[in-house]
């Protein structure tokens, strides 16, 4: 039986880091930018769809200067509602403005395995494991390629990657690791065989796409026909910038912002006049630099003020988002990686999956009318009296938070246990690989979607 998916939907609390103000000097400066400066597009299938429109195009150094106008116009025709399909069509994701979702993450390239508590490279297993482990947890509403299927070839990996989550889940899946025009054709033809036809696909897209752009100012050539190739059959496609102020973006947020938005944009206006309609999403994940090792970081405080102000940018022009969250530098769950919000592995997805449970519950706020006011269990309770068997108390104490990984044992207990909750979110993870089998694809389909892998890796 397929899991349901929580969501924040109905949020009573709203985080607001810029003023109307600043984001329209941010798109303004955004506008110059793509404008006056430019954005290199290594691709002569894009670069023939910007020249097609008016746009400067410098064929030597794939330069592209666009038209401020032509940005705004080509993003006036994506749709700010659609939905990202899942196998169990109850599991669908809609994106209509009012639902926050949580995802896995990726794409790591090893892992510290859950048997032997040891690092090592992943494999395909890992990500058929990491998505039984996801199918199981209603906060993950649905899949990143968690981490790279290094057994597998690399022109094929990607492929392998989704039909072991597709095998594994029958959550939506969004790749970030499909980025060549041949592997993506692979692609969509297997989720068209999922999805029962091209046009089966167009209307539930099983498959989003995910690509980043490079920092500062360019996108990559395989992504770019990656994109193009999802965007035709219907599949949702955005763009993510991973500026990093002080290396890859200026030392200053705003600067950062605005570069990153001068990337994105510039990638959903290509799409937009590919094919006008088709299903993109705005994505960010800047950070900044560390300024002792140059690393990029992925957790700090400018980190959750860039989500935030992501959001916002989203918002403005009307297009869903795909932002960085739960990233961390810690080398293993704990302390760091609880403040940062990390992934790291099977027993830290499930503790931000707790993590996710109260930024949930807290979002609610606190609803006021006459059954939460209490005014009569209140006056039957009276002065010195409880309110523990009160049907004012059953009616209402399920809707308050229960941990399940927080420890709020007494002292002595934990003393002489001296166990917590990365030992029980590993407990948790090993119970689900054990217990817990997601609806298997059938035995012909699951052939036919390896032939189509084999035949792409000719």
């Not at 033809?189 to 360019?218: N, Q």
């Not at 965007?231 to 030392?251: D, L, Q, W």
């Not at 403005?316 to 960085?324: A, I, K, T």
């Not at 207990?413 to 090993?430: F, P, Q, Y």
Request: hydrophobic residues 40%; glycine residues 8%; aromatic residues 6%.
């Amino acid at each position: 039986m397929s899991k349901k998916i929580k969501s924040i939907t109905n949020p009573r609390l709203n985080l607001k880091v810029l003023r109307a103000e600043d984001i329209r000097r941010i798109h303004e400066t955004t506008l110059e930018i793509v404008e006056t400066i430019g954005v290199k597009f290594p691709s002569p299938r894009a670069l023939d769809i910007w020249e097609a429109h008016g746009a400067r195009v410098d064929r030597g150094t794939q330069i592209v200067k666009i038209p401020a106008a032509l940005i705004e116009s080509a993003l006036r025709s994506a749709p700010p509602v659609f939905t990202l399909a899942a196998r169990d069509p109850s599991q669908d994701l809609p994106l209509d403005g009012n639902h926050v979702y949580v995802g896995t993450d990726g794409c790591g390239i090893e892992v510290i395995d859950i048997a032997t508590g040891l690092k090592r490279r992943s494999t395909v297993r890992d990500v058929a494991d990491i998505a039984r482990v996801a199918d199981d947890l209603e906060e993950v509403a649905f899949h990143w390629v968690p981490v790279s299927a290094q057994d597998c070839p690399p022109e094929t990996r990607g492929l392998h990657e989704i039909l072991a989550i597709w095998s594994n889940s029958t959550k939506h899946v969004q790749t970030e690791s499909i980025y060549s025009g041949r592997e993506a054709r692979a692609a969509v033809e297997m989720a068209s065989v999922l999805a029962g036809g091209r046009d089966a696909l167009r209307k539930r897209p099983l498959l989003s796409i995910m690509e980043c752009t490079i920092s500062p100012l360019a996108q990559d050539s395989g992504s770019l026909e990656a994109a193009l190739v999802g965007a035709e059959a219907g599949c949702p496609v955005g763009f993510m910038t991973m500026a990093s102020c002080c290396s890859t973006g200026p030392a200053t947020m705003a600067g950062n912002l605005a570069l990153g938005n001068a990337e994105v944009l510039s990638a959903l206006a290509l799409i937009q006049l590919a094919f006008p309609g088709a299903p993109v999403y705005y994505a960010s994940a800047p950070t900044v630099m560390d300024l002792r090792s140059g690393a990029y970081t992925g957790g700090g405080p400018e980190d959750f003020l860039f989500g935030a102000a992501s959001n916002e940018l989203a918002d403005f022009y009307n297009l869903p988002l795909s932002m960085g969250s739960f990233a961390t530098g810690a080398k293993e769950p704990g302390w760091q990686a609880g403040l940062e919000n990390g992934l790291s592995t099977f027993e830290q997805m499930i503790m931000d999956c707790e993590i996710f449970s109260i930024v949930r519950k807290m979002m609610e706020g606190i609803p006021v009318d006459a059954e939460t006011l209490a005014l009569e269990a209140i006056r039957e309770a009276g002065p010195g009296g409880d309110f523990l068997t009160h049907d004012h108390t059953l009616r209402n104490m399920r809707g308050l938070w229960i941990t399940t990984l927080l420890d709020r044992r007494p002292y002595t207990v934990w003393e002489s246990k001296r166990n917590g909750a990365r030992d029980w979110a590993r407990d948790k993870a090993k119970a689900i690989l054990a217990t817990h089998h997601p609806v298997p694809l059938e035995p012909k389909l699951e052939a036919e979607l390896r032939k189509i892998i084999q035949s792409a890796g000719v």
